[in-house]
């Protein structure tokens, strides 16, 4: 049970990737990457890397608009990390629960 969110982490990057590339208007495409980004959120996400995690997510979501300006790579990169952000959003939603509630147990 332990390599779920090792999985479920890896298969959420390649599905945004591969989405991206792919350029169709999958309707389920955003509800299987937030389902998958859950699962990373409740179970590959640490209490000891919860800092590190909530501060790159953060980055990555300031982020990831800046992209569509450069030439010839900003279409492609802007769609993988637009479905990257919906499987992080929802890895960031948990994973700050997790963290408030910690906080809130001190």
């Given at each position: 049970?332990?390599?779920?969110?090792?999985?479920a982490?890896?298969?959420?990057?390649?599905?945004?990737?591969?989405?991206?590339?792919?350029?169709?208007?999958?309707?389920?495409?955003?509800?299987?990457?937030?389902?998958?980004?859950?699962?990373?959120?409740?179970?590959?996400?640490?209490?000891?890397?919860?800092?590190?995690?909530?501060?790159?997510?953060?980055?990555?979501l300031?982020?990831?608009?800046?992209?569509?300006?450069?030439?010839?790579?900003?279409?492609?990169?802007?769609?993988?990390?637009?479905n990257?952000?919906?499987?992080?959003?929802?890895?960031?939603?948990?994973?700050?629960?997790?963290?408030?509630?910690?906080?809130?147990?001190?």
């Amino acid at each position: 049970m332990g390599n779920v969110g090792k999985y479920a982490f890896i298969a959420g990057l390649v599905l945004a990737v591969v989405a991206a590339f792919i350029g169709t208007s999958w309707s389920w495409l955003p509800w299987v990457l937030a389902i998958l980004g859950l699962i990373v959120g409740f179970m590959n996400v640490g209490a000891g890397e919860t800092k590190m995690f909530l501060l790159a997510a953060i980055g990555l979501l300031l982020s990831a608009n800046a992209v569509a300006s450069l030439p010839y790579v900003g279409g492609y990169l802007t769609d993988i990390l637009n479905n990257v952000v919906v499987f992080i959003a929802a890895a960031l939603l948990i994973v700050s629960l997790k963290a408030l509630f910690e906080t809130a147990k001190d």
